[in-house]
């Protein structure tokens, strides 16, 4: 479970998870002080960090001499994501083939592919 918090701070949001911590904002051209990623970048970044790490999983798995993955994410006005990814390291063409496929397996990637229900639920409490 993911936690945030905003104050009366343009638009500083602590975001916590378990015992882990980090700040989302805004840029300063949308009334913020860019002291995190925004919530958009936050979400290109889970994609990206979803491939690099299931693709690592999978290469270590099958012990491929694969050095490095490299991936961009970029959230497109037409409601698609644009993922590009880069393999340094000594493999084959087949190697090749597979890591492309594994690329749309992570979990992330499954989840924003689909059409997702979000259900929510508001309290208020008086000060």
């Known amino acids: 479970m993911a936690k945030a918090q905003i104050k009366k701070e343009h638009y500083e949001t602590f975001i916590s998870s378990g015992h882990k911590k980090m700040i989302a904002d805004e840029p300063p051209d949308k009334g913020g002080t860019d002291l ?4 958009l970048e936050l979400l290109e970044s889970s994609l990206a960090a979803c ?3 299931t ?6 798995r099958k012990q491929w ?13 037409d409601q698609s994501f644009e993922k590009s990814v880069e393999f340094i390291g000594d493999l084959n063409q087949d190697q090749i083939e ?6 749309d397996k992570c979990p992330v990637n499954k989840i924003l592919s689909k059409a ?3 259900n929510t639920s508001i309290t208020w ?3």
């Open 36 to 39: 995190g990623l925004s919530p």
């Open 51 to 53: 491939v690099a790490i």
């Open 55 to 60: 693709v690592r999983m999978y290469a270590d």
């Open 65 to 77: 001499s694969l050095h490095e993955i490299n991936v961009e994410v970029n959230y497109q006005e």
């Open 98 to 103: 597979r890591l492309r496929e594994i690329v």
């Open 116 to 118: 997702n229900t979000i």
């Open 125 to 127: 409490k008086k000060l």
